[in-house]
């Protein structure tokens, strides 16, 4: 389950460090493409147990296929 924990959240600090690219290709600020990072938190504090829970019924042998 940890390694899920850390596959769900480690895309906050993907766009994290694309935060510049990101408002420069959509013509917007950082401080608004910075809002990307607390939507994408706030959904995943919503979202993230329920794919745990939903991950968590997937066989273990079709699980460990994510993370070769």
Request: aromatic residues 12%.
């Amino acid at each position: 389950m940890d390694k899920r924990v850390y596959l769900f959240g480690m895309v906050e600090f993907v766009i994290g460090g694309l935060l510049d690219l990101i408002a420069t290709n959509l013509n917007i600020t950082i401080g608004q493409a910075g809002r990307l990072i607390t939507i994408f938190s706030f959904v995943f504090v919503l979202a993230g147990p329920v794919l745990l829970y939903v991950t968590g019924r997937v066989k273990r042998t079709n699980d460990l296929h994510l993370f070769r």
